[in-house]
């Protein structure tokens, strides 16, 4: 399978506690994005990052988020003291941008479903 | 007032009937269009990818967008039970390519 992959697929905790998720992205992508879903709605962008470098974070992403990207490969994403209303689908995508203001194609990683109780 | 608005359905349509989904937007900077489909428990697939005002066709699909009624179409054609999902529409600007807006999706369900 050759598509975005993502870890885990779903993801129950309590309210406090941390949770850590991964991305791997299509191999031949620079670009990397995490976007959050909740039920009804459509993705909301979170953050991106080109190669290793994270470039922009939405306000959606407070300082309880955290988003790496070593070595430009795989990306964690990580939540610390979570919170009920951080219960919703946590989507990874990739492309490939040959710079800026050029067309992207995002695919999107089938999602960790967190569910904060 | 959302910058992309979608109705969310649920369209309720007989197998082999012509399908059409629609987007409202306001932002008159968005250049790129989209329309994904998702299937439950699972991540938005890309279905059509046009760039500017115009018509693109793949298979069964169609996109339109008319940029000065700010206004985007997917017609689905020979509509099949396997196309039950929800749809939705996406839309990014030159300067922000990589963050997309989207709709709330529309729910559609192609009945045998």
């Known amino acids: 399978d050759t598509g975005v992959s993502q870890n885990p697929r779903h993801k129950i905790t309590k309210r406090g506690q941390n949770v850590t998720f991964r991305c791997d992205p299509i191999s031949e992508h620079n670009r990397l994005y995490w976007y959050r879903q909740t039920l009804g709605q459509g993705p909301e962008f979170l953050t991106y990052?080109?190669?290793?470098?994270?470039?922009?974070k939405s306000r959606l992403l407070s300082d309880r988020f955290s988003a790496e990207r070593p070595k430009g490969s795989f990306s964690t994403l990580e939540i610390q003291r979570t919170e009920q209303g951080d219960s919703a689908m946590y989507l990874c995508a990739s492309s490939f941008a040959r710079g800026e203001g050029t067309n992207e194609k995002l695919f999107f990683g089938s999602g960790t479903q967190l569910s904060v109780l | 007032q959302k910058e992309v608005e979608q109705d969310p359905g649920p369209l309720s349509v007989p197998e082999g009937a012509i399908v059409s989904l629609n987007c409202t937007y306001s932002n008159s900077a968005f250049q790129y269009f989209m329309w994904y489909r998702q299937y439950s428990r699972k991540g938005p697939e890309l279905l059509m990818y046009?760039?500017?005002?115009g018509n693109k066709e793949d298979g069964r699909f169609t996109a339109q967008v008319d940029k000065s009624s700010k206004y985007i179409s997917l017609f689905i054609r020979d509509s099949q039970p396997s196309d039950s999902a929800t749809y939705l529409c996406a839309m990014s600007g030159v300067d922000s390519s990589y963050k997309l807006i989207f709709g709330s999706g529309t729910r559609l369900l192609v009945r045998p």
């Open positions: 046009t760039y500017s005002s």
């Open positions: 990052f080109q190669n290793e470098a994270q470039l922009e």
